[in-house]
């Protein structure tokens, strides 16, 4: 299933980081790089968890993969406990 | 001593975010005017809000349906700022032909005397002739007898203003204005420079000039800061750092800085920041 991000989450890109707010919950949040990197593949609305694996997975080809099904899983459960998601 | 300055001024922008997303959506649910709206939308592009985010797309589309046939908003005013903010899409063709109607209707609305006024029969006022000409050159225009008129006009009518008491936000204008199309005689620019840097107050702000009882105010500083960062030089740094900092000391708890509209003094501080950030990284 695709992921989405809520309407009412709004992203700024900044050079120190990226800002994520979601007016729903009124909270700001900050992000690294490869977590703004993983939410710009969400913002285009048209992957699923596997195919976001398969793009890390060529982003970051000296990671391995359990380590990044890991690291994304707890990333989207970040964003889905704070509603972003 | 920068590095810190850069940070809280970097702190001061991500305190903003949220407060503007806040305000845009107010807006856009009680149906306030497209121009106090896009000015918003266009400030927070500036910061890094992705033009895809529903709240600007939003604003584009309201912006492009309430352009009228012959290019222009409700108000000159309202048009410059309706014209910035869909200028930051004009890689789509269908914008491409509506910002050139749009600036077309501005020189159609040009004062005879050279400058433009806030709507189609105001006397013409520097704080809108400058920014006009900013846009105009920002758009790539090239210069013109009607852009010559407007330099001539803002020139004679700021020396004349100097002579008396003079005002801020026109010496920043004039100064912007400098810095676009041509050069305006060396000796009204280092006279207003000069004005610019005697009329800081104490405390590093300035308001419409040292002998206002109102003080400094964040719009009135975003401006004459925004114009000094275009002449950055060991004359100016001293200046500039000090406004940064009243802009900082002077935001409020929730991102806002005391403007009435709200929107004017985020717009106006987030600017100035900005581009300090810009230039001093």
């Known amino acids: ?85 | 001593m920068l590095t810190d300055l850069n940070t809280r001024l970097e702190e001061a922008i991500t305190a903003a975010f949220p407060l503007s997303i806040n305000l845009l959506k107010k807006m856009e649910e009680i149906g306030i005017e497209i121009g106090r709206r896009a000015k918003l939308a266009n400030m927070l592009l500036k910061i890094g809000l992705q033009k895809r985010d529903k709240l600007i797309i939003n604003v584009l589309n309201k912006a492009l349906e309430e352009q009228r046939k012959d290019g222009g908003w409700g108000s000159i005013e309202e048009s410059l700022i309706c014209l910035r903010f869909i200028s930051n899409f004009q890689e789509e063709n269908l914008i491409k032909d509506r910002i050139k109607k749009a600036v077309h209707w501005l020189f159609l609305n040009q004062n005879k005397n050279g400058g433009w006024g806030r709507c189609v029969r105001d006397r013409s006022r520097i704080p809108m002739t400058f920014r006009i000409v900013e846009i105009f050159y920002d758009l790539g225009i090239k210069r013109n007898s009607a852009i010559e008129r407007a330099y001539a006009w803002m020139e004679n009518e700021w020396n004349k203003d100097m002579r008396f008491s003079g005002l801020s936000y026109k010496a920043s204008g004039i100064l912007i204005a400098n810095k676009c199309f041509m050069e305006l005689s060396k000796r009204t620019v280092e006279n207003t420079l000069r004005w610019l840097l005697q009329d800081q107050n104490k405390d590093g702000g300035w308001g419409p000039n040292q002998y206002s009882p109102v003080g400094s105010t964040p719009n009135q500083t975003s401006l004459v800061l925004r114009a000094l960062l275009k002449y950055n030089n060991p004359e100016t740094k001293k200046a500039i750092e000090k406004g940064m900092t009243w802009i900082v000391t002077h935001q409020l708890k929730g991102g806002q800085w005391k403007e009435h509209p709200p929107e004017d003094g985020v717009v106006g501080c987030v600017d100035a920041i900005t581009l300090f950030l810009k230039t001093n990284p």
């Open chain 1, 1 to 85: 299933m695709t992921i989405q991000l809520k309407d009412t989450v709004n992203i700024v890109k900044r050079k120190e980081g990226t800002l994520v707010y979601s007016s729903n919950a009124g909270k700001l949040f900050k992000t690294s790089e490869v977590g703004s990197f993983i939410l710009d593949l969400i913002a285009e609305k048209k992957y699923d968890e596997k195919q976001i694996i398969e793009i890390l997975k060529n982003k970051f080809s000296s990671v391995n993969r359990d380590e990044l099904e890991k690291d994304l899983k707890d990333f989207l459960n970040q964003l889905k406990k704070c509603s972003l998601i």
